[in-house]
């Protein structure tokens, strides 16, 4: 099976001011918010999540902070998430931006950049380096707000030139080739290790 789509944003500077659409707010995780997790991944992603799989996936992992879990909230109801998070416990450099979601019913207000920047600035806050994602082909509103939050496409796998110059024609974007060396060019090797894992 191919491997997910892998950005990565190689710097934390520059990162533009939260604007939060009128009608939202942001927030981190309170208790209860399995369910929500739950119920905005499960209409994101499709399937149908529980909350028993949200503490399972995310509340309960050892490198899981309650102050990374960001929530887009719609009249005090959690319509979007987004998850600061890290391949280990003591990974201090390269922070992941993981499992961006929003409600269908919330689409189009910019509600995945509110909480994907609030995550950039959560990593930036506590000293990481560089961020990384993982995604899908067909997320592409997902991937032009990434592209313009200033991560960068990098290929970890043979399908991966092929698939990005796909996405780069749909969004009607100039493609843009891997940027391995120009991600290379501002973090150590040890740090590129560990963004193309």
Sequence with gaps: MARQLRMVRPNLDGLPQLEIPEGYEIRTYQEG?????ASVISDSFG???????????IMDRD???PKGLYFA????TPVGTTC??????????VGIVHMVGVHSAHTGHKLGKCVTL?????????????????TDDFRLPAIKTYLNLGFLPVYVDVTQPERWREIFRKLNLPAMSDQAEKIKAEISDEMWAKVTQ
């Design 63 to 65: 490198v899981f902070d």
């Design 47 to 57: 399937g149908e999540r529980t909350a028993e799989d949200a503490r399972r996936d």
């Design 118 to 134: 609030s995550v950039l600035l959560y990593l930036q806050e506590h000293g990481f380096r560089c961020a990384k994602l993982g």
């Design 73 to 76: 909230t719609y009249q005090g």
């Design 84 to 93: 600061a998070w890290k391949d280990t416990p003591d990974e201090t450099e």
């Design 33 to 37: 918010d399995d369910v929500h997790w």
